[in-house]
């Protein structure tokens, strides 16, 4: 079982940025694939980076979005600046992880509250 809080959501003006931070309740070294989501109201949730081997973004989201992981830390990262009114979404962490056996099992988290003004 894991377990993924977010933190550092909020309101922010057009061009900022903002720096959303998910701790995992193991070891993410352990974790094959860590992403973030996000859902405007009204809309389906959609993928906004995720990091496996690599890195991969969401056309909306390149040059401005940056994921990472703190394996010290046992959290993942998303940096966004430039932020747009169009960003205005709760934002879920996503944990992939499979086992030996090759049982594959999603987590997410509670999300966050993300909103730009114009």
């Known amino acids: 079982q894991v377990q993924l809080v977010e933190s550092g959501g909020g309101l922010v003006q057009f061009g900022g940025s903002l720096r959303l931070s998910c701790a995992a309740s193991v070891s993410i070294s352990s974790i094959k694939v860590m992403g973030w989501y996000r859902q405007a109201p009204g809309k389906q949730r959609e993928l906004v980076a995720i990091s496996g081997e690599g890195a991969s973004y969401a056309d909306s989201v390149k040059g401005r979005f940056t994921i990472s992981r703190d394996n010290a830390n046992n959290t993942v990262n998303l940096q966004m600046n430039s932020l747009k009114p169009e960003d205005t979404a709760v934002y879920y962490c996503?944990?992939?992880?499979?086992?030996?056996?090759?049982?594959?099992?999603?987590?997410w988290g509670q999300g966050i509250q993300v909103t730009v003004s114009s």
């Open positions: 996503n944990a992939l992880t499979e086992s030996n056996s090759g049982d594959v099992r999603v987590y």
